[in-house]
């Protein structure tokens, strides 16, 4: 089974940083990608990053230059190193991961963590 579990969320003053971390624990055999996700109150889910093989990366244009996503295979832990944040970054964030299927692309998500930006 499957699980992935978010950490690291929290209130932040504007400017500050925090580290996400998304543990995975089970088997997934064909990872097509990894990234984050996050949902504001009143907002659809949107995508922020991911990390395909070969580690390449790409980013919403809100969050370029400030977040950087990283996975360390040895821990199967995904982080998401927040940087200058804002109050508009104030979300919850997910993490995700979408398997290769013969029928198509499945996701597993995370439970979420809160992330409040506010002084």
């Known amino acids: 089974q499957v699980q992935l579990e978010e950490s690291g969320g929290g209130l932040v003053q504007p400017g500050g940083s925090l580290r996400l971390s998304c543990a995975v624990s089970?088997?997934?055999?064909?990872?097509?990608?990894m990234g984050w996700y996050r949902q504001a109150p009143g907002k659809q889910r949107e995508p922020i990053a991911h990390?395909?093989?070969?580690?390449?990366?790409t980013y919403q244009d809100s969050v370029k230059g400030r977040f950087t996503i990283s996975r360390d295979g040895a821990k199967n832990t995904m982080y998401l190193q927040m940087n200058s944040l804002k109050p508009e970054d104030t979300a919850v964030y997910y993490c995700?991961?979408?398997?290769?299927?013969?029928?198509?692309?499945?996701?597993?998500w995370g439970q979420g963590t809160q992330v409040t930006v506010s002084s």
């Open positions: 995700n991961i979408k398997e290769a299927r013969l029928g198509g692309i499945y996701d597993y």
């Open positions: 089970g088997s997934i055999f064909n990872i097509y990608a």
């Open positions: 990390i395909r093989s070969g580690d390449s990366t």
